[in-house]
């Protein structure tokens, strides 16, 4: 008769610590999705774009594997979801040369745009950047426009700014090379 007080303790207390590690599970359940190393035509590694992915199981990331565009193929667009809702948008498309692009009006009851100085015209807001660029080369001159956007609502405020500018640079850089800017 000793022993049932003593098995008794011993259910109740593993009944706990299951409770406790099923509640563990669950806060597992919140982090931060597993996003492949290199994405957005291999310009953006997995550090670049976690600040922007939130909580979630599932990324999805659809689009080229390069930005390299030509008078027949005009547009190149990665999207990344977590979950099914967009996080990250990254976008390049040419246009002839003497073409300009329109950027429509930013939504007056968000912080004003600021000029970026990136490329021949730029813009950045809290949400994304978009930069413009002529691109003349011997064979081959046209217009590039640049933007990369993304969901903020996981980042501290005031510091998405200096992201997209990051983000910008480095896309810059890397879609010069691969669409042959200037070659």
Not at 49 to 76: H, I, N, Y
Not at 132 to 155: I, Q, R, Y
Request: with cysteine; aromatic share 4%; charged share 20%.
């Amino acid at each position: 008769m000793g022993r049932a007080p003593r098995t008794l303790r011993l259910l109740a207390g593993s009944l706990i610590v299951t409770a406790a590690l099923a509640g563990c599970a669950d806060e597992k359940k919140a982090a931060a999705p597993q996003l492949p190393e290199r994405t957005c035509f291999g310009v953006f590694t997995r550090s670049d774009l976690e600040p922007l992915m939130g909580d979630g199981e599932t990324v999805t990331v659809s689009g080229p594997a390069d930005a390299r565009l030509t008078a027949q193929r005009r547009a190149a667009t990665c999207n990344v979801d977590v979950d099914g809702r967009g996080r990250v948008l990254v976008a390049a498309t040419r246009q002839p040369l003497g073409q300009s692009f329109f950027w429509p009006p930013t939504d007056q009851s968000e912080p004003a745009p600021e000029p970026l100085a990136l490329g021949d015209k730029g813009i950045l807001w809290n949400t994304g950047a978009r930069v413009t660029l002529t691109c003349k080369g011997a064979e081959d001159s046209f217009e590039l426009e640049l933007a990369v956007s993304g969901s903020v609502e996981h980042m501290k405020p005031g510091t998405s700014r200096a992201l997209f500018t990051s983000l910008m640079a480095k896309y810059l850089e890397s879609a010069k090379q691969q669409t042959r800017c200037g070659a």
